[in-house]
Nanobody, 121 residues
């Protein structure tokens, strides 16, 4: 059984920073591509950033230059460093991890429970 626990969300003023974490626990053989998504009220969930198992990264145009995704494979954890936050970054942020639990199992996608990020003065 794999569980994901997100942390790091909260209320921050415009221009501030937050660092989100998503830690996977349980039976984990290896972690594949991981990503962060967000969903603002009344909007569809959107991809914010993705990092491959090899470390290649991709970002939504709206966060390029401000956000940075990283991962620690030894800790089965993915991070999202968010700088220069704007009110339009306000949303619930979800992590998304591709995990293979045994050497013979098929990789599956797991979602975190979501963490609220509010950018407001």
């Amino acid at each position: 059984q794999v569980q994901l626990v997100e942390s790091g969300g909260g209320l921050v003023q415009p221009g501030g920073s937050l660092r989100l974490s998503c830690a996977a626990s349980g039976s984990i053989f290896t972690m594949y591509g991981t990503a962060w998504y967000r969903q603002a009220p009344g909007k569809q969930r959107e991809l914010v950033a993705h990092i491959s198992s090899g470390g290649s990264t991709n970002y939504a145009d709206s966060v390029k230059g401000r956000f940075a995704i990283s991962r620690d494979n030894a800790k089965n954890t993915v991070y999202l460093q968010m700088n220069s936050l704007k009110p339009e970054d306000t949303a619930v942020y979800y992590c998304n991890l591709g995990i293979q639990v045994t050497t013979s199992s098929i990789p599956k996608v797991y979602w975190g429970q979501g963490t609220q990020v509010t950018v407001s003065s």
